[in-house]
């Protein structure tokens, strides 16, 4: 079946409005914390993201998310074409130093 350009772009839009809308609501100083504006989205996006990745199958009887397609690596639950971020030891990188011009 042929994409339809219309709707192709009508859910790219949406899928932009959401990741944008996300982080702008996840990352502003109003409102709740972090940690709870972060159990608030997971708690609408999480369910979505199961059910596109794992239609009607929900979890295993160990109660673990079933596997991701080959390609894709299971962070969290969430299946993505990157292996997972280490966040075990968080440092900022240091930042490059810049050339000065002599004059």
């Not at 339809?4 to 996840?26: H, I, Q, W």
């Not at 100083?29 to 199961?50: A, C, N, R, T, Y």
């Amino acid at each position: 079946m042929p994409t339809n350009p219309k709707e192709y772009t009508n859910l790219r839009t949406m899928l932009d409005s959401l990741e944008v809308g996300a982080l702008r609501y996840f990352l502003s100083g109003e409102g709740l914390s972090q940690p709870l504006k972060f159990q608030f989205l997971k708690g609408m996006l999480q369910p979505v993201i199961d059910e596109l990745w794992h239609p009607q199958q929900g979890t295993n009887k160990a109660g673990l998310e079933s596997e991701c397609p080959p390609g894709y690596f299971d962070c969290d639950g969430c299946c993505v074409p990157y292996k997972c971020p280490d966040l075990s030891n968080p440092k900022p990188k240091p930042r490059a130093k810049s050339a000065k011009r002599k004059r």
